[in-house]
């Protein structure tokens, strides 16, 4: 598979109620078929969020927004464009960052967290510069990160109520 030049087309999802901000790298081939984020069947995120949230797991774009919406997330990603092979972050090149700043600057976010490890090093490097605001680490729900099982997953994803409340 060839590295392909990928440009993010799907808008952030926040309002003026968000308090905190959930940020992965740059959407997946599968998520930019179906036009959401997470789109990839096996990826884990919607499972861990439901369930961490203690709601009903959202199926369709539409219930996933209201997911986000009803508890207060906010959900982008930090890449703008890259270069990039599949949904294979490790390989991506020249990454140009989102402006995360139009989020931090109408919603009252309380804490911003990257979803894996590809995200936390663009946003320390790329936008970290410019929102001067820590991202807390949190694993990957990619199918690829096999490593951590859904349990530890979940446990590792319940910091993001500490700053719901």
């Known amino acids: 598979m060839d590295k392909q030049t990928v440009f993010h087309v799907l808008e952030p999802i926040y309002d003026t109620h968000s308090k905190i901000l959930l940020l992965g790298s740059m959407p997946s081939p599968k998520s930019r078929e179906t036009g959401f984020y997470y789109g990839h069947p096996q990826n884990r995120f919607w499972r861990v969020l439901s369930d961490v949230l203690g709601e009903t797991l959202p199926l369709t774009n539409d219930e996933k927004k209201k997911l986000l919406a009803n508890n207060n997330i906010a959900l982008w990603d ?3 464009s890259c270069q990039i092979t599949g949904a294979d972050d490790n390989s991506i090149r020249n990454p140009i960052p ?3 700043g139009k989020i931090l600057s109408v ?6 967290f990257t979803t894996g490890g590809a995200a936390a090093r663009f946003y320390q490097k790329l936008c970290y510069p410019h929102t001067k605001r820590e991202a807390i680490r949190l694993p990957s729900t990619s ?3 096999c490593r951590l099982s859904y349990d530890k997953l979940k446990e590792a994803y319940h910091i993001i109520l ?4």
């Open 162 to 165: 500490d700053y719901l409340t």
């Open 78 to 80: 930090v890449l703008a």
């Open 143 to 145: 199918p690829a990160n």
């Open 107 to 112: 919603a009252p976010i309380r804490a911003i």
């Open 98 to 100: 989102n402006n995360i």
